[in-house]
């Protein structure tokens, strides 16, 4: 965890990420899960035994910055986590983590959620 509150300290919000890259298939990934809002993959900066990102196609900077209009993608993103929080073998509970801003140790200016 030390290190990505490290990263937070130097991320910036705008700009392409990582996620928009993996999404955009230019950097390849084991997918977990994939439809037409959302993708699912192991987080490389595992924090836990089993630990995956679920992340949004479109491009929401962070939490703070969602809108009303997000209200549906946000809810299908903890379904997502639901649904691939089971196909990993989760069955006795998990968290789901989202981090805000540099406060908050967000290190990637892309929404999304950690399951652990």
Not at 11 to 21: C, R
Not at 82 to 110: F, I, W
């Amino acid at each position: 965890m030390a290190d990505e509150i490290e990263k937070s300290r130097t991320a910036l919000p705008g700009g392409d990420t990582i996620f928009g890259k993996i999404i955009r298939k230019e950097i390849p990934a084991t997918l977990i899960h994939e439809d037409d809002q959302a993708s699912s993959f192991p987080d490389i900066a595992a924090q836990a035994p089993t630990h995956f990102l679920v992340v949004p196609k479109k491009p929401i900077s962070q939490l703070s910055q969602a809108e009303d209009c997000d209200a549906a993608l946000l809810g299908h993103l903890m379904l997502v986590a639901k649904k691939c929080a089971a196909q990993m073998g989760l069955t006795n509970g998990y968290r789901v983590v989202v981090n805000d801003g540099p406060e908050g140790a967000q290190s990637v200016y892309h929404i999304h959620l950690h399951v652990l």
